[in-house]
């Protein structure tokens, strides 16, 4: 069965250093894949999308890579400051059917420390 | 910021009542996603709809029903409450014409069933 998988234990950072997420999926060949930020009680909002074709999207302190080979996505966030402490989560389509049928990981916890 | 919204944010009520969580949408999105939430956990689609009159089941099986009369309304109702349907529930629309387009999310309503 197809699955994601992200790191089920909070990463901690401190302020300023780079902070790298890893989503990995199995038996799965998505088109695109977007991470999404959550904060504690509030609804996921969208970061990012890379498609299958792309190898890395950018946006401000935001970087995504797309490995299909290595069924991977990273996402990095530069100079993180405590005010990106959140939930990432990471979500791919089609996985059952098409058209925005988005499936998630469970999400990896961000804490940047001062 | 997301034009849509869901109300009630928490509601507490005992088992057997019927309960409706509202949410609606500004932004003339024809495709609207109800996901199911636990705490820690990831999200699972429970109903989707790419239009009005157009509803499905997602791939989590849920008790509720949903009704899609009016293209900025996706109401899901239980008719009778139970403690297994304490949860968060997170209503989405993404953009009309968009199959890689991004989740809009409301802030989420969490049920309690005493």
């Known amino acids: 069965s197809q699955k994601i998988e992200q790191n089920s234990e909070a990463l901690n950072i401190q302020e300023g250093k780079t902070a790298t997420l890893t989503c990995n999926y199995t038996n799965y060949s998505p088109a695109y894949l977007q991470w999404y930020r959550q904060d504690p009680g509030r609804g996921p909002v969208f970061l990012l999308l890379?498609?299958?074709?792309?190898k890395e999207k950018r946006k401000e302190r935001l970087k995504v890579t797309f490995d299909t080979t290595l069924k991977q996505s990273l996402f990095h966030i530069t100079a993180s400051q405590p005010a990106d402490s959140a939930t990432y989560l990471c979500a791919l389509d089609g996985i059952t059917g098409g058209g925005n049928k988005l499936t998630f990981g469970t999400g990896t916890q961000l804490k940047v420390e001062l | 910021e997301a034009d849509i919204y869901q109300t009630p944010r928490y509601l507490v009520i005992g088992t057997g009542k019927k309960i409706t969580l509202e949410c609606s949408q500004t932004m003339g999105h024809d495709k609207m996603y109800w996901y199911q939430q636990d705490p820690g956990m990831e999200l699972h689609l429970i109903h989707y709809?790419?239009?009005?009159?157009?509803?499905e089941k997602g791939d989590l099986s849920s008790e509720s029903t949903v009704s899609r009369i009016r293209t900025e309304h996706f109401p899901l109702t239980l008719e009778s409450a139970r403690p297994s349907h304490t949860s968060q529930y997170l209503c989405?629309?993404?953009?009309?014409?968009?199959?890689?387009?991004?989740?809009?999310f409301g802030e989420g309503s969490r049920l309690t069933v005493l």
């Open positions: 709809s790419y239009g009005v009159n157009s509803t």
């Open positions: 890379i498609r299958e074709n792309e």
């Open positions: 989405a629309s993404s953009e009309t014409g968009k199959n890689t387009g991004e989740l809009f």
